[in-house]
């Protein structure tokens, strides 16, 4: 069975950085593609960041464009997990991040929740400004 469970949320003042982790367990996910999408209060559930299997030992990362410059994707497959950088935050950025992973090496639209099979529980981020 697999499992996702995220860690590293928590309270932060405006301008401050967090460090998000996901760590996938009853299966190995070494080129899977690996997401972040975050639900604010009264809001839908967006995409922030994939990172992405492009070929050989090569990933490829995409951002939402709020967050470009300031959050970074990276991945330990050795770990099989997934961490999102976060810097510089901003009160916008509070809400409950998921991490998720896709069955598919290859989606259509990695920015897009559907594509991905295998969802965390949710972990908090809030930014106080």
């Known amino acids: 069975q697999v499992q996702l469970v995220e860690s590293g949320g928590g309270l932060v003042q405006a301008g401050g950085s967090l460090r998000l982790s996901c760590a996938a367990s009853g299966r190995t996910f070494s080129r899977n593609p690996m997401g972040w999408f975050r639900q604010a209060p009264a809001k839908e559930r967006e995409f922030v960041a994939a990172?992405?299997?492009?070929?050989?030992?090569?990933?490829?990362?995409m951002y939402t464009n709020s967050v470009k410059g300031r959050f970074t994707i990276s991945r330990d497959n050795a770990k099989n997990t997934v961490y999102l950088q976060m810097n510089s935050l901003k009160p916008e950025d509070t809400a409950v991040y998921y991490c998720?992973?896709?069955?598919?090496?290859?989606?259509?639209?990695?920015?897009?929740?559907?594509?991905?099979?295998?969802w965390g529980q949710g972990t908090q981020v809030t930014v106080s400004s």
């Open positions: 990172i992405i299997w492009t070929g050989g030992v090569t990933f490829e990362a």
């Open positions: 998720a992973v896709a069955n598919s090496l290859k989606l259509r639209s990695p920015m897009t929740e559907v594509e991905y099979d295998y």
